[in-house]
C-alpha cells in the first residue's frame, strides 16, 4: 500500500469539478483507491463520497492506494491537488 | 422539403379555408415555393419594389376596399403590373369579390384568384400552419421514440444494442409508444416533432420473438402518433476506458434540425434496468424544466459546507495566535 498526505491547493476546495477530475482520473487507474480526512475515508473512485468530504482550501488529506499501478495514481492525483488542478 | 402546387393546396385545405375558386381550373398549376404570404397593399398602391412575388397573395378588407376605390381603368393597370411578377395564387378573405374585369385579367396571366369565406385573420393564421407544417425541415433516422412521464424520448444508439426492448419495458411500465426503429422529424416553430417514420401502425421488432403488435397487445392508450421530442438518450456498450458524466453540471446537447435538445450517453451493461434510468434521466429533466437542477443543488451545498469549514479554521487560527489580544 502506497501513502500520501498532501494538502488542497485550490481556491474553492473540492466542490464538483475538482471531484470529478479526481474520481475520472482515479478510474483510469486499476488499483484502489482512497482519501482521508479527519478520520473519514472514502473511496476515491466514488464521486459522492469525494465530493462529501467537502475539503477546503489548505485541509490535509491522506491518499492511500493499492495495487498494480498504485504508485503512479498516487503521483498523479498527488500532483493534481497540489497543483490546485491546473488553476 | 415538399413541394406543393396551387392546386394541392386548393385540395387540400378547400373545406379547412373555406375556399371556392374564382378563375378558370387551368389557373391552379403555378408552384409554391415558401413558406410565407403577402399582404400586397403597397404593391397595389404601384410601388413593387420590395414586394415578395413568390409569396401567396392575401388580399383582405383593406386591399378590396383599395382596388374598388380606384377607376377601373387604373385598378386594372396596377393588377396588370402585379400578375407581371408571376406570383402563385390570390386569396381573397370575408368571402369579398373584385369586379369580373380582375377575374379576365387573371385568367390572361394565368394565375388563380380564390375566395375564401373565413376573416382576414382567421385564413393567415390558417395558411401560416398549414404552409409551416407542408415546409418544415423533416428528416428520418434510426431511433425509437416513447413518451415517459408526458416527455418524449428519443432513444438512439447502434441496432441491436436494445432500443426496441428498453421501450418495450417502459410501455409495460406504462409509458407509451410513438415509433419504433424509424423516426420521422419535422421543425415546427423550432420543436422537434416525432413520429413514425411508417403510416401503418404500431409494430415493433423483438429479437427472439419477432414482430408484435404494440397496440393490439397493450391497448390504444399505450401509443402515440406523434410527440415532440424533448430529450435524447443515446444507448451504448460500456467500455472500460470510457468517460461518463457523473455529476451532470454540464449538459450535452445534440443538434437536430437546426433545435438543440438535450442528451445523455446512457452506458448499459448486462443487469443494468435501462428503462428505470430512462424514467429517472425524464424526471431529472422535468424538474430542471421547472427550475430545480440536482446536479447545481449537490454542488452549491458542498460549496457551502467547504466554506463553513473554511471559515472555522481562520476562527481557529486567530484564537490561537498570540499576538491577537492587541490587535482590534
Redesign the interface.
Known sequence: MIQKTVTVNNEHGLHARPAALIVRTATKFRSDFFIERDGVKVNGKSIMGVMMLAAENGAVLTLSAEGVDAEYLIEEIAAMIEGGFGT | MRELTVKQLFEDKRKDFALSLVTEPQTINKKIVTPYFNRPGLALAGWLEVFTPERIQIFGEAEVRYLQSLKEQTMLERLREFFKMDIPCVIISKGLSLPPSVEYLANDFNIAIFSSRLSTVQLISQINRYLMDVFALEKTIHATLVDVFGLGILITGKSGIGKSECALDLISRGHSLVGDDMINMRNLNDKIIGRSGREFGHFMEIRGVGVVNVEKMFGIERVRHEKTIDMQIELMPWQE?T?YE??G?KGNYVEHLGVKLPIIYLPISPGKNVSVIVEVAAMNQILKGVGYDA?ED??RK??E???K??LF?KVQATEDDPKNGNSK
Request: glycine residues 0%; without cysteine; hydrophobic residues 40%.
Open positions: 476506458n468517460e457523473r455529476i453540471l446536479a449537490f454542488n458542498i460549496h459546507e467547504i466554506r469549514q473554511t479554521k
